[in-house]
């Protein structure tokens, strides 16, 4: 008895052409797509070699978005100052100037 392959009912993944998205509506949404997918990659790059990654990217509409591992403000200032502090001592400072200015807030 022989076995009859069904036909698929989608086209499976297709390339697409690397051009602007004429709708906004199909912009947009492509936008949040892609930004988790970015985001997830960034993740997965961080915990697999241990790298400390910055990301800032902007919606279609002009809204921020951003990832940091260990954190976005460590990595900022890490790269306009040059600083190599070890990322363990730039948190605790961070979390000791947010306790600061909730006692003193």
Known sequence: MMMMRKKR????RQKIAI???ES??????CFSKRRAGLFK???ELSIL????????????????????????DYIT?????GT?????????????????QEYTG
């Open 19 to 21: 051009k602007r998205i």
């Open 41 to 43: 990659k960034a993740t």
């Open 49 to 72: 070699c241990g790298a400390e990654i910055g990301i800032v990217v902007f919606s279609p509409a002009g809204k921020p978005f951003s990832f940091g591992h260990p954190s976005l």
């Open 84 to 100: 190599t502090i070890g990322c363990g001592v730039f948190i605790e400072g961070e979390k000791l100037h947010h306790l600061n």
């Open 9 to 12: 009912r989608s086209m499976g």
């Open 77 to 81: 200032r890490r790269f306009v100052g």
């Open 24 to 29: 906004e509506e199909a912009r947009q949404v």
